[in-house]
């Protein structure tokens, strides 16, 4: 079983606006609702994939509520924890004419101590069952830092893999506690080690430093340019086919279900092909978190290999 643990769920509005700008009222006939926070993305496409997943963290609220339905309607089984506050709303606009991008993103709402209490207890229940534990996304209010480091380290006192997909310094702290794999992107990786790099080959050096910090597993997506990795202590550039993109978001988020469920077979070289595959077929999409498994298997074939 897989486990997906999102501690600041949100429901995700996207709306497609041609030629958006600010001061200016847009209306739109193309949009939609998910359940969203980068923890659910990873549900969904395991579900997707066919996977048994379990979804968990903290959810209040009306958007509460609505994820609630969410993940019985896609038959994803539900282990969030209830709290008092509202779960956030997050909003995409996505102009297809000037090909950008705009999300508007919430904080959160500020979580008390009896229910951190309430979650972790659950969280040591669900992790004895799990084969693979992924953390995504951002914390919210009330949470330190180093939450993740915590939840980290108590999975691997029972010798479970864990993918941690988060940022900042989030990041920064969760990597102390050494989990199986890591996948910033590249805006993160910089912020990470305040390096600059400009193509495939100049990420070795950070592959390296992820490396020595314990990182058994380290990645870096690099968007249209595919990833790089460190597998076995040799450099590897995976290159993507060209396709015509719908939506970008969520696609890290199917990276990393794809490699949960890769690592339950242990093949390193198949897992990040089958993350690879899913993060690209997600992008055909306007919601987020979703794949088709026809078009992973095409993309996964497509993904081409090639040593640094």
Same mark, same amino acid.
């Given at each position: 079983?897989?486990?997906?643990?999102?501690?600041?769920?949100?429901?995700?509005?996207?709306?497609? #606006?041609?030629?958006?700008?600010?001061?200016?009222?847009?209306?739109?006939?193309?949009?939609?609702?998910?359940?969203?926070?980068?923890? =659910?993305?990873?549900?969904?496409? #395991? !579900?997707?994939?066919?996977? *048994?997943? #379990?979804?968990?963290? +903290? +959810? $209040?609220?009306?958007?509460?509520?609505?994820? *609630?339905?969410?993940?019985?309607?896609?038959?994803?089984?539900?282990?969030?924890?209830?709290?008092?506050?509202?779960?956030?709303?997050? /909003?995409?606009?996505?102009?297809? %004419?000037?090909?950008?991008?705009?999300?508007?993103?919430?904080?959160?709402?500020?979580?008390?101590?009896?229910?951190?209490?309430?979650?972790?207890?659950?969280? !040591?229940?669900? #992790?004895k069952k799990a084969d693979i534990i992924t953390l995504s996304g951002s914390l919210p209010r009330g949470l330190n830092n180093n939450f993740y480091f915590e +939840?980290? &380290?108590?999975?691997?006192?029972?010798? @479970?893999?864990?993918? =941690?997909?988060?940022?900042?310094?989030? +990041? !920064?702290?969760?990597?102390?506690?050494?989990?199986?794999?890591?996948?910033?992107?590249?805006?993160?990786?910089?912020?990470?080690?305040?390096?600059?790099? %400009?193509?495939?080959? &100049?990420?070795?050096?950070? =592959?390296?430093?992820?490396?020595?910090?314990?990182?058994?597993?380290? /990645?870096?997506?690099?968007?249209?340019?595919?990833?790089?990795?460190?597998?076995r202590d040799k450099y590897y550039h995976f290159k993507l086919p060209e396709i015509e993109v719908v939506n970008t978001v969520g696609s890290g988020d199917a990276?990393?279900? $794809?490699?949960?469920?890769?690592?339950?077979?242990?093949?390193?070289?198949?897992?990040? @092909?089958? $993350?690879?595959?899913?993060?690209?077929?997600?992008? =055909?999409?306007?919601?987020?978190?979703?794949?088709? %498994?026809?078009?992973v298997n095409q993309f996964r074939d497509e993904i081409e290999v090639v040593q640094i």
């Amino acid at each position: 079983m897989i486990l997906s643990v999102t501690m600041n769920p949100s429901q995700d509005k996207v709306y497609i #606006v041609n030629d958006f700008s600010i001061q200016n009222v847009h209306r739109t006939n193309e949009y939609t609702a998910t359940a969203g926070g980068k923890g =659910l993305n990873v549900a969904r496409v #395991v !579900k997707s994939l066919d996977k *048994d997943i #379990v979804a968990t963290g +903290l +959810l $209040g609220g009306l958007s509460g509520t609505f994820i *609630d339905n969410s993940l019985k309607e896609y038959q994803i089984k539900n282990e969030f924890v209830k709290i008092s506050g509202e779960t956030r709303t997050c /909003i995409n606009i996505i102009d297809h %004419k000037n090909t950008t991008t705009t999300e508007i993103l919430e904080a959160g709402p500020e979580i008390k101590k009896s229910e951190i209490k309430r979650f972790i207890n659950r969280y !040591k229940k669900l #992790v004895k069952k799990a084969d693979i534990i992924t953390l995504s996304g951002s914390l919210p209010r009330g949470l330190n830092n180093n939450f993740y480091f915590e +939840l980290i &380290d108590h999975a691997k006192k029972l010798d @479970k893999k864990v993918i =941690l997909d988060t940022s900042g310094q989030y +990041l !920064k702290e969760g990597i102390k506690g050494k989990p199986f794999m890591v996948k910033p992107n590249e805006d993160e990786i910089k912020e990470l080690f305040g390096e600059k790099y %400009k193509k495939p080959s &100049d990420y070795t050096n950070a =592959l390296e430093k992820l490396k020595e910090l314990g990182i058994k597993l380290p /990645i870096i997506t690099l968007g249209k340019n595919g990833a790089v990795g460190m597998i076995r202590d040799k450099y590897y550039h995976f290159k993507l086919p060209e396709i015509e993109v719908v939506n970008t978001v969520g696609s890290g988020d199917a990276f990393v279900a $794809g490699c949960a469920v890769g690592l339950q077979k242990n093949n390193i070289f198949d897992t990040i @092909k089958l $993350g690879m595959a899913c993060g690209t077929a997600n992008t =055909l999409f306007i919601k987020t978190g979703k794949v088709t %498994k026809q078009k992973v298997n095409q993309f996964r074939d497509e993904i081409e290999v090639v040593q640094i």
